[in-house]
């Protein structure tokens, strides 16, 4: 159960051509651009920043991810790709229950990142804009609570802003 969605529009082009991007200059910059949230997610977590520039580094060079400890790494750097190549969607109390509308859709990421199945942080589920309308309906229709008016405009909100500025989304639920 979520306590917490999140949701950008994004340029998912952007986002896939991270990946085997081979660019030095993409990973220092990155890092440094992100590094408050990196430094602090490395606190919080008990691990290195090096850490996120080690599994960035392997990213971009399309190098195999190999079994991993910290798989959530991941999901913090496709986050921050959503930052990067996005923008937040602000929204009020939106689907605390991200689960129920999607059921039991595999998470989806616009590049090759590892899902981490026992990782108990963020889900995400990314929507390409061509299949906005479809996924709306899902949002719309499954849930036990879609027919509550609060969630129906959300939902709109969310998904016509996207659909206006010709956006794929992306949920993280937290």
Known sequence: MSSEVIAYAVDRKKIKEIYACKNKDFISG????????????AEDFDVKPSDFESRL????NAK???EDDNVWIYNSLYEMFCQKY???????EFMCYLEDAIDDTPRTAFLQIPADKDFE????????YEDLEKLREI????????NEDYYMDEVNN?????????????????
């Open 30 to 41: 990155f890092m440094s651009e992100f590094c408050d949230e990196i430094e602090e997610l």
């Open 57 to 60: 580094d392997l990213i971009v």
């Open 64 to 66: 195999p991810y190999g």
């Open 86 to 92: 996005g923008e937040l969607i602000e929204h009020e």
């Open 121 to 128: 942080g963020a889900d995400y589920y990314s929507i390409a």
């Open 139 to 146: 949002f719309l229709t499954k849930p036990s609570y879609a």
């Open 158 to 174: 969310i998904f016509d802003f996207a659909k206006e500025n010709k956006k794929d989304l992306v949920f993280f639920a937290y």
